[in-house]
């Protein structure tokens, strides 16, 4: 009986996973392309959550060594990046990154991201789990107004 208990209560644990999944789309999922040499390059795109309110907690992509979730901060005249532990993503709203604001670090890249490429994301959220995507690599200048 016990093991019955438990594997109805894991399978019921993927369903909500599954649920919560379905609620978030990932959308304009994009990055600048590198200049030769660059070891870091910024991601950027919108989380929609139709759902519960949840938490992006993490990123990886093959890519690069780590993914790291930053925001820019203004200090008077000087715009400073730090690191943050995720972002929340708020019930039926949305989460958006873009440049100045709230991005993906992408840490030691391990080639230069050349304008035309995709490259694999993980984004992991506190509720719906890993969700897939790809980040479109744009041109070095004017990535943010690139319309599909």
């Not at 990154?97 to 694999?120: E, F, R, S, W």
Request: aromatic share 4%; charged share 20%; proline share 5%.
């Amino acid at each position: 009986m016990r093991k019955t208990v438990t594997v109805t209560i894991f399978l019921l644990g993927l369903l909500a996973a599954s649920a919560a999944q379905a609620q978030i789309t990932v959308q304009e999922a994009w990055a600048r392309a590198t200049p030769p040499g660059a070891k870091i390059a910024a991601g950027y795109l919108t989380v929609r959550n139709a759902g519960a309110a949840d938490r992006l907690v993490s990123a990886s992509s093959p890519a690069a060594e780590r993914v790291e979730t930053h925001i820019s901060i203004r200090e008077g005249d000087i715009s400073r990046m730090r690191e943050v532990k995720g972002y929340e993503v708020p019930a039926r709203g949305a989460l958006e990154l873009k440049p100045g604001g709230a991005h993906l670090m992408l840490v030691n890249i391990k080639a230069p991201l050349k304008d035309g490429m995709t490259v694999p994301l993980t984004l992991r959220f506190e509720k719906a789990g890993e969700i897939k995507t790809q980040l479109e690599v744009r041109p070095l200048t004017g990535g943010e107004s690139h319309t599909h």
